[in-house]
């Protein structure tokens, strides 16, 4: 099974900061990494797909890069409605999908 | 609009069953795949397992925890999603969201593009 590792397991950071946090695969997944947003009692939300692709209604702020076993999800000019837990997913092992530990983003 | 609504969630006992629902709309239900994702309190996601759209063979797979236990499946006349859960074990307690699944050309390209709020299992004694 593929293992995904999320770095920091949490942060905080200022309204208006750049945000960055990184997923680290155990094995290349080349390019099949998904990103979620959640926040507490709500459903998770889809972000970024494909490691760098923006799911249709996201923020630009949102963004995603990386391949093989390393990839970072930024926010750019964090905003009060960003605050949330993020996670990686990947999808390269279709038969055993798997999440990371996730990164929840806190206010400083 | 996409709307997905878990229910059948509640208070177990360790070793009983359960049967979650997942009522579709907004979206052609036989034409997607579906998954169920969990989580337990104070912990991240745990994908469960997922059922293919019955033009692609309406196969499941499941991950190695719940595997031999859970069962998906569908009854798109009715569009929805079904998780029957049995030998439950106290660490099956959790929130359970069922999940459209969106996949590309590629093998690898899938994603959970849409999400329900949720259903509480609490597996205690």
């Known amino acids: 099974d593929i293992q995904m590792t999320q770095s920091p397991s949490s942060l905080s950071a200022s309204v208006g900061d750049r945000v960055t946090m990184t997923c680290r695969a155990s094995?290349?997944?080349?390019?099949?990494i998904n990103w979620y947003q959640h926040k507490p009692g709500k459903a998770p939300k889809l972000l970024i797909y494909?490691?760098?692709s923006l799911q249709s209604g996201v923020p630009t702020r949102f963004s995603g890069s990386g391949s093989g076993t390393d990839f970072t999800l930024t926010i750019s000019n964090l905003q009060p409605e960003d605050f949330a837990t993020y996670y990686c997913?990947?999808?390269?092992?279709?038969?055993?999908?798997?999440f990371g530990g996730g990164t929840k983003v806190e206010i400083k | 609009e996409v709307q997905l609504v878990e229910s059948g969630g509640g208070l177990v006992k360790p070793g009983g069953s359960l049967r979650l629902s997942c009522a579709a709309s907004?979206?052609?239900?036989?034409?997607?795949?579906m998954s169920w994702v969990r989580q337990a309190p104070g912990k991240g996601l745990e994908w469960l397992g997922r059922?293919?759209?019955?033009?692609?063979?309406?196969?499941?797979d499941y991950a190695a925890p719940v595997k031999g236990r859970f069962t998906i499946s569908r009854d798109d006349s009715k569009k929805t999603l079904y998780l029957q859960m049995n030998n439950l074990k106290t660490d099956d307690t959790a929130v359970y969201y069922c999940?459209?699944?969106?996949?590309?050309?590629?093998?690898?390209?899938?994603?959970?593009?849409?999400w329900g709020q949720g259903t509480l299992v609490t597996v205690s004694s």
């Open positions: 999940t459209t699944v969106s996949v590309g050309v590629a093998s690898g390209d899938l994603m959970f593009s849409s």
């Open positions: 907004g979206f052609t239900f036989s034409n997607a795949g």
């Open positions: 059922i293919k759209k019955k033009t692609d063979g309406g196969t499941t």
């Open positions: 094995k290349s997944i080349t390019k099949y």
């Open positions: 494909t490691a760098s």
């Open positions: 997913q990947q999808s390269h092992s279709t038969l055993s999908l798997s």
